[in-house]
C-alpha cells in the first residue's frame, strides 16, 4: 500500500488528466483531490450514502439471463478465463459475487478471490456463495478463498494475482476515486486486466458525495490510463448498451508488460 500511495503522489496529476472530457488537473489541486478521496471513503464505510442493491433477490433484472445464459457484459469474462486458461483470479467490487459464481461453474479448479467495499454487498456476497445458494444461478457452494473488503485499499502483495477483473464498478463512483481504485488494480495485477465499464460518465452513482472537483462530470480514457500504467491491449471492444445507444460500454483485457 505504501507503493501505491507513492505512486499515486507521483503521478497523480498525469493520471487524472486521462480523461475524455479534456478537463485539466494541475499541482494545485492535489489538496483538493485528497480531500475529495477521503470524502468518499468516509461515504462508503458508513454506508450512511450508498445506494446499493437491497437484496440478493434484487441483483437479477432486465437482460440478466440464467446461467450459462448470463448478461452481455459478463459473457467476456468467462470466454477470456477459458481462452488464456486462467487459474486464479481476483473479482474487483464483487457485489454479491455473481460474476465470481458463473467463473467458477464453468471450472472448480480455478482459485477465486473476492473484494467488495460495502458491507451489505459484502453479506449478500457470502449468503450468495454460503448460504441460499440456489437464488443466483447455479446452485452450487464458492469456496472462496479470501472474501476481502475495500475495493481502493485492496492490502494484497504487488504482482500478486494472474487475472483481475472488475465490470460495471467504476462508473458507480466519483471519477477521482475510480483512477485511484484501478490503480490499486494495476498494482496487484501480475498479468491480466479484464475491464468492462460504461465510459460516458458517472451513472446511478451509489456513493454521490460532496466533491470539491467536477468529477461526476468527467469519463476515463481506459485505453490511454492502462497504456500509461504499462499495459498491452490484447482485446478491445466498444459497443451500445442493449436499448441504450447512447450509453457506450468498453470490453477490455489489457496485459501487463
Not at 460474476?99 to 479448479?109: R, V
Not at 458491507?119 to 448460504?131: G, S, W
Not at 504487488?158 to 465490470?167: A, L, M, P, Q, Y
Not at 484501478?182 to 498479468?191: A, D, N, Q
Request: charged share 25%; glycine share 4%; hydrophobic share 35%.
Amino acid at each position: 500500500m505504501d507503493n501505491f500511495n507513492r505512486f499515486f503522489n507521483d503521478n497523480m496529476i498525469e493520471l487524472l488528466n486521462c480523461n475524455l472530457n479534456n478537463y485539466i488537473f494541475k499541482e494545485e489541486d492535489k489538496d483538493k483531490i485528497y480531500n475529495d478521496l477521503e470524502i468518499y471513503h468516509n461515504s462508503t464505510i458508513s454506508n450512511n450514502n450508498y445506494n446499493g442493491v437491497p437484496t440478493l433477490q434484487d441483483w437479477y433484472g432486465p437482460g440478466d439471463g440464467i446461467f450459462p445464459d448470463v448478461h452481455k457484459h459478463h459473457k467476456p469474462l468467462l470466454e477470456y478465463v477459458k481462452k488464456y486458461n486462467i487459474k486464479e483470479t481476483l473479482d474487483c467490487g464483487a457485489g454479491c459475487g455473481m460474476i465470481s459464481k458463473y467463473i467458477y461453474a464453468t471450472n472448480n479448479n480455478i482459485d477465486i478471490t473476492c473484494i467488495e467495499n460495502n458491507k451489505i454487498h459484502f453479506d449478500q456476497l457470502v449468503e450468495n456463495f454460503e448460504k441460499n445458494t440456489d437464488i443466483i444461478k447455479p446452485d452450487i457452494t464458492v469456496p472462496a478463498n479470501k472474501i476481502r473488503s475495500n475495493i481502493h485499499n485492496i492490502n494484497l502483495p504487488d504482482n500478486s494475482k494472474e487475472f483481475v477483473f472488475t465490470c460495471t464498478v467504476l462508473m458507480h463512483i466519483p471519477y477521482i476515486a475510480a483512477i485511484a481504485s484501478l490503480i490499486e488494480l494495476t498494482r496487484v495485477s501480475s498479468k491480466y486486466i479484464c475491464h468492462i465499464e460504461n465510459v460516458n460518465n458517472v451513472i446511478n452513482a451509489v456513493v454521490p458525495g460532496e466533491t470539491q472537483l467536477p468529477e461526476e462530470r468527467l469519463s476515463i480514457d481506459y485505453i490511454k490510463l492502462y497504456k500509461l500504467l504499462g499495459y498491452d491491449i490484447k482485446e478491445y471492444e466498444l459497443s451500445s448498451h442493449p436499448g441504450e445507444p447512447n450509453c457506450k460500454f468498453i470490453y477490455l483485457l489489457v496485459e501487463k508488460k
